[in-house]
């Protein structure tokens, strides 16, 4: 069964750093977009940040341009999300999802577990 597999989050305080990574296992992600999604209290999946498969194209949500960056591994079969100045309202699950270039959550197949992050004041 494929899998995707995230690591990275927790505890920070606003104003600090988190790095999320996402490994699947059970086959390779090589020729897929990958993306971040989270999801708050409450509220309904939101699109993150979008890679391609070969990373020449990543798009963002605008709450999130110029504090997170997505990155891709290919060799290793990893795909990141750095996360800086971090806000309160960035307290969310974290999903890594494998598919199209896409920022709808609808056009992706595959789905990780989530990982929690949580943004102290």
């Known amino acids: 069964q494929v899998q995707l597999v995230e690591s990275g989050g927790g505890l920070v305080q606003a104003g600090g750093s988190l790095r999320l990574s996402c490994a699947p296992s059970?086959?390779?992600?090589?020729?897929?977009?990958m993306a971040w999604f989270r999801q708050a209290p409450g509220k309904g999946r939101e699109f993150v940040a979008g890679i391609s498969w070969n990373g020449d194209y990543t798009r963002y949500a605008d709450s999130v341009k110029g504090r997170f960056t997505i990155s891709r591994d290919n060799a290793k079969n990893t795909v990141y999300l750095q996360m800086n100045s971090l806000k309160r309202e960035d307290t969310a699950v974290y999903y890594c999802?494998?598919?199209?270039?896409?920022?709808?959550?609808?056009?992706?197949?595959?789905w990780g577990q989530g990982t929690q992050v949580t943004v102290s004041s």
């Open positions: 059970g086959r390779t992600f090589s020729t897929h977009g």
């Open positions: 999802a494998a598919g199209p270039y896409s920022s709808n959550h609808l056009d992706y197949a595959y």
